[in-house]
């Protein structure tokens, strides 16, 4: 295509844009999506349709004709619920007027914090590997991801000492994402309480997505806005997607100091304006009626956990035991392909999808991300398929 008149010396594309690489996981759902027969065990989403009783409640609002925008802020019953909710589960106050603000699901709340306080050039440290938009949305804001190694060994859990010997006079923030997507991992309040020290001896604001914070097995998620003096200095982000599979909804929220709300909610007022309101009038049955729908799921996803878990091992592919989310990180080394090329081997020739670990960041490199939030069926004749396909690599 000619370029428009006048633009020949310079870029259509502007340099934060141009800075991001695309999504590794794009690519694979996109070949993906010009075959047939295949299981994915690709993207990350629950496989449960919306329990009835949410869906029950929007389509009630649209008979009653809830079709118009809400307050930028969110339905002051979503706000009020939320913080009801998060009282009951970490004992946290927030002032739903002014410390609470509900977004586009967390994928808007992370866009939001991040742009609401880094200035250009302020860094942003980022355990590796973690969520592709971690990375972005810091780029897009300004700013430079620092990324912290983190590995098989150490659980994935992000090391303090290992933080520190990255902290700079630039360093503004420390992203976390626990329990973890790719790894599973869960970081216990053990190794949470010199991260929290660290950001208080060093001024630094924590963003904390506990969009998986329901989905643990086991063991216990820590909320790092709980640590002692963390509230103030925590972006919390949490949403619907997940728990409550709710991933079309489009629904999250952040709980934060009012200055930070505020300044989020300048950004969201003049992007976004509100968040879908039927979205939230689901959101508001989700946590007042949701409990038996997301235990339920939840009982579901540990019985799968465990087949994947030992389907991996059985196979010969080293497979760390992820206690939250819905993924599984198995080392692929063993058959001497590179992430990638395991990832498109194997769907190709057996039409199995799974993400190449390299999409995560540079920690990644040698494993794959298998999501169990499919059926158990599906999940047995995936791993029978794998089961073949690595027989042939070794
Ligand atoms: C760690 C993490 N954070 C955020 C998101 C985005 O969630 P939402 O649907 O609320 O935008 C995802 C989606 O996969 C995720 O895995």
Redesign the pocket.
């Known amino acids: 295509m000619d370029k428009p008149a006048g633009t020949d010396k310079r870029s259509l594309i502007s340099q934060r844009a141009d800075a991001l690489s695309p999504s590794g996981i794009r690519r694979f759902f996109d070949l993906l999506a010009s075959m047939e027969g295949v299981i994915s065990l690709g993207v990350?989403?629950p496989d449960y349709t919306t329990p009835w009783h949410i869906r029950e409640a929007a389509i009630y609002s649209l008979e009653k004709g809830y079709t118009m925008y809400t307050s930028n802020l969110g339905m002051p019953q979503l706000r009020q619920a939320l913080a009801t909710d998060l009282k009951a589960r970490y004992g946290l106050e927030y002032d739903p007027d002014t410390e609470l603000l509900i977004?586009?699901?967390?994928?808007?709340?992370?866009d939001l914090a991040m742009r609401a306080v880094i200035n250009p050039g302020d860094e942003v440290i980022i355990p590796d590997p973690?969520?592709v938009?971690?990375n972005s949305c810091v780029i897009l804001a300004g700013g430079l991801p620092v990324m912290v190694p983190t590995n098989e060994q150490g659980g994935f859990e992000i090391d303090a000492a290992d933080i520190a010997a990255r902290l700079t006079d630039k360093t503004r923030a420390i992203m976390l994402?626990y329990p973890?997507?790719?790894t599973g991992a869960v970081m216990p309040r053990r190794k949470l309480e010199p991260i929290a020290e660290l950001a208080a001896s060093r001024n630094l604001l924590l963003i904390s997505?506990e969009?998986?914070a329901r989905l643990v097995y086991g063991v216990e998620h820590t909320c790092l806005a709980t640590l002692p003096g963390m509230q103030k200095r925590t972006i919390l982000?949490g949403?619907?997607?997940?728990a409550y599979s709710?991933?079309g909804w489009?629904?999250?929220y952040a709980a934060a100091d009012a200055e930070i709300i505020a300044a989020m909610t300048k950004i969201h007022q003049y992007t976004i304006m509100c968040a879908p309101t039927m979205g939230q009038v689901a959101a508001i049955e989700a946590l007042q009626d949701g409990e038996d729908s997301v235990r339920e799921m939840v009982e579901d996803y540990n019985r799968r956990r465990l087949v994947m878990v030992k389907g991996l091992c059985d196979i010969g592919l080293d497979c760390f035991e992820p206690k939250g989310?819905f993924y599984t990180f198995p080392s692929i080394r063993s058959t001497s392909l590179t992430s990638e090329e395991f990832a498109e081997k194997l769907l190709v020739e057996e039409k199995v999808a799974v993400v190449p670990g390299s999409a995560f960041g540079e920690c990644g490199e040698g494993y794959v991300r298998c999501c169990y939030a499919t059926s158990l069926a599906e999940i047995e004749e995936a791993l029978e398929r794998i089961r073949r396909f690595v027989s042939r690599c070794k």
């Open positions: 990350g989403e977004t586009v699901g967390v994928s808007e709340a992370l973690s969520y938009s971690y994402g973890a997507n790719p997505d969009i998986y982000l949403g619907f997607s997940k709710m991933t489009r629904v999250g989310a």
